[in-house]
């Protein structure tokens, strides 16, 4: 089969879904936008659904006309619910995926993940205060609830998930906070994701964006000491550019020799944003814009860094 047969396959599949969800999703109606759009930049620029490779697209195409098929089998399931929305997700219909979490809302009002999910797709969209008013949802409903490992969606090779519910809900809401540049908040929302029993590659990813946050204070001596016990012994599973950039803070690795052209653009946009911050709160903020600029121009847009970019050339 070639890939015109799956995109017309998905596209179908992705009406009939909308169908079965439009009923559930006048509250927190997404802002209009035309048909291959799903948001637009901080800098107004038009946001159109991502290209994927037909391998990925296949495999992903594969993987959401099964979650659809367990819709269509008990669209009650709460585990069903999510899967189709992060389904829909990793083939860049984030619209629609929040069109999914909403129903998912409607029918598990309860249910902490379909706010967390449901806000990580706001985030992504750059609906940073509808993201935030789901993850504060989030964690008033997850309070009193111990934690839960939380199954990755797109598992390292190992297989082993590297996160849970709270970590990830404050994790997030760190990070729209961040974007917004309200610091002193998503330094509080860290503080409580470094409060948990976080794996270690959660644990530097958490890390990571904290240390920055701290610096955008004016925090540099908390921040030095969040850092210092990160080391090149550390064995992660999948954050090694995080852990990478802190070594680089913590001046263990010339940052000259992470400067590489790689295929993988999530892993440029995470490097590229966080060498620009190291440049930008070493006084050389010419260098930063100038690398957050090429990050920018790269397109990649859905991926943290490429957010974190653009919310910086924004603000400028």
């Known amino acids: 089969m070639n890939k015109e047969f799956h995109l017309s396959n998905i596209f179908i599949s992705l009406i009939a879904t ?91 009002p309860e249910d902490p993940r379909m706010y967390r999910h449901r806000g990580h797709r706001y985030l992504t969209l750059r609906l940073f205060d509808m993201a935030l008013s789901d993850f504060r949802n989030a964690e008033s409903l997850m309070r009193n609830m111990p934690d839960q490992v939380e199954p990755d969606g797109l598992p390292n090779p190992q297989d082993i998930p590297t996160s849970t519910l709270k970590s990830n809900v404050w ?51 908390q921040a030095g000491r969040a850092i210092a016990g990160i080391n090149e012994e550390i064995e992660l599973l999948e954050n090694e550019v995080y852990l990478n950039l802190l070594l680089v803070f913590n001046g263990i690795f010339d940052a000259d020799r992470l400067v590489e052209h790689t295929d993988d653009a999530l892993r440029d946009a995470t490097l590229g944003y966080g060498l620009g911050n190291w440049h930008y709160i070493n006084g050389r903020e010419e260098r930063a814009y100038e690398i957050w600029q090429n990050i920018y121009d790269n397109g990649e847009w859905p991926a943290f860094g490429f957010i974190a970019a653009e919310a910086e050339l924004a603000r400028r």
């Open 18 to 108: 909308a169908l079965l969800v439009s009923a559930c999703s006048e509250s927190h109606d997404l802002p209009p936008a035309p048909s291959g759009v799903q948001a637009y930049s901080l800098l107004g620029d038009t946001l159109f659904t991502p290209q994927i490779s037909s391998e990925t697209f296949d495999l992903y195409n594969e993987q959401l006309l099964e979650a659809i098929l367990e819709y269509r089998v008990d669209p009650e399931d709460p585990e069903v619910l999510i899967w189709l929305g992060r389904r829909t997700a990793y083939l860049g219909e984030y619209r629609e995926a929040v069109r999914i979490f909403t129903e998912a809302i409607y029918k598990h």
């Open 171 to 221: 994790y997030h809401m760190g990070l729209a906070y961040y974007v917004k540049g309200e610091f002193n908040e998503a330094r509080e929302a860290y503080e409580k994701a470094l409060e948990l029993d976080l794996t270690d590659d959660m644990k530097v990813a958490v890390l990571y964006w904290y240390y920055m946050t701290l610096k955008r204070e004016g925090k540099d001596e």
